[in-house]
């Protein structure tokens, strides 16, 4: 029974989720946003930790409608944690797109803003890049970013790849420690920022960061 009143609650999230986007009055329930976190993330720890064990009498259409609920609330979500990056100075340059499978560590120093790619476990990059830490985006670059790929936001695409040799060895996140992952914990989130920001300072970037951040792809 719990686990039907927890799948219960996670459907009707979905849907809330997906009307939001199209209905600026937010239900009133919506309202409470750390009583909300607290019952969904609580929620979403019963549902995997039954694992396979899913009630066996659900129908191919109920899958379907679950899934298909839950890929609206993922997208939500998605679109919210892009928000840490918005609004960082200079305002002449566009957020850089994020890639999938990785993710963007981004910081401003004196105006300019630099973002450093990096890929998942088990992914690589297609273009070369040991040399090429970070792309940029000031009024030297026209506000544009210098990218690899033409006249663009796309800094990097992240390839399933066995093995990782296109970037430097600290352009990728630890194994079983993916962006999400290494997002959701502030000490390593922190670690992947600050070890971005020397690296800036060693090629001889000086100034105070602003507005650092780390999105995922």
Request: net charge negative.
């Amino acid at each position: 029974m719990a686990l039907r009143e927890t799948l219960f609650w996670l459907f009707s999230l979905a849907v809330l989720s997906s009307s939001a986007a199209s209905d600026e009055t937010l239900p009133q329930n919506c309202s409470s946003q750390d009583q909300l976190f607290e019952r969904l993330s609580a929620d979403l720890k019963v549902v995997v930790e039954c694992g396979e064990n899913l009630p066996s009498h659900w129908n191919t259409q109920q899958t379907a409608a679950l899934l298909h609920s839950m890929r609206n609330l993922t997208d939500t979500l998605h679109k919210h944690q892009l928000k840490e990056c918005q609004d960082a100075e200079p305002n002449n340059c566009p957020a850089a797109e994020v890639h999938d499978n990785g993710g963007l560590a981004c910081v401003t120093i004196n105006n300019k803003r630099y973002c450093k790619p990096l890929c998942n476990y088990g992914y690589d990059f297609d273009f070369l890049r040991r040399s090429r830490l970070y792309d940029e985006c000031s009024e030297q670059t026209r506000y544009k970013w210098d990218t690899q790929y033409i006249g663009g936001k796309r800094l990097a695409v992240c390839n399933e790849n066995s093995i990782q040799v296109a970037g430097a060895k600290t352009a990728y996140f630890s194994k079983d420690q993916d962006c999400l992952t290494t997002k959701k914990s502030s000490q390593l989130k922190n670690s992947i920022i600050e070890g971005f920001i020397a690296e800036l300072k060693n090629q001889g970037i000086q100034g105070e960061p602003l507005f650092a951040c780390l999105v995922c792809g």
